[in-house]
């Protein structure tokens, strides 16, 4: 199987200690690290992801619909593409692995793809685990091929 992910998730997923919108979102979202850490690719898509699938009820209206996520979007797709040396787009597909999440961390922590997170509300959250060295963070902590 695979993971479909938006482009601004590629950074989300850098910082994700178990913390979310809800008990569901939080399930999810460690049900989907634990796929990544053991092997699964990512399939990079537009829109709701399979971290967005616990959301889309909310009324009046999810946010992962609104324009400005598809702006974050576009932001992280550009920051990653140029900090990785490859285009970063939708129908790609991606393995990651132990060196291509330390490579996105490095440069998230640098602040090298961080023009993606303007607005987001967990930019304090993900700001102090970068700055702590990654302490806590759920990807990558299972072995790896």
């Not at 898509?45 to 971290?51: K, L, S, W, Y």
Request: with cysteine; glycine share 10%; charged share 25%.
């Amino acid at each position: 199987m695979t993971v479909r992910l938006r482009a601004h998730h590629l950074l989300c997923m850098l910082t994700y200690v178990g913390r979310g919108y809800s008990p569901a979102f939080t399930k999810n979202y460690d049900d989907i690290v634990a796929r990544l850490n053991a092997g699964e690719d990512v399939l990079l898509i537009e829109g709701p992801d399979d971290i967005c699938r616990p959301l889309l009820d909310e009324e009046p209206q999810p946010h992962c619909l609104n324009a400005r996520v598809r702006e974050r979007d576009a932001r992280a797709a550009g920051a990653l593409s140029r900090w990785l040396g490859n285009e970063i787009a939708t129908g790609q597909i991606l393995h990651p692995d132990r060196e291509l999440i330390e490579r996105m961390r490095t440069a998230f922590a640098g602040g090298r793809t961080r023009q993606a997170c303007l607005g987001c509300e967990w930019l304090g959250l993900c700001s102090t685990i970068a700055r702590q060295g990654y302490e806590g963070a759920r990807l990558g902590t299972a072995p790896q091929d």
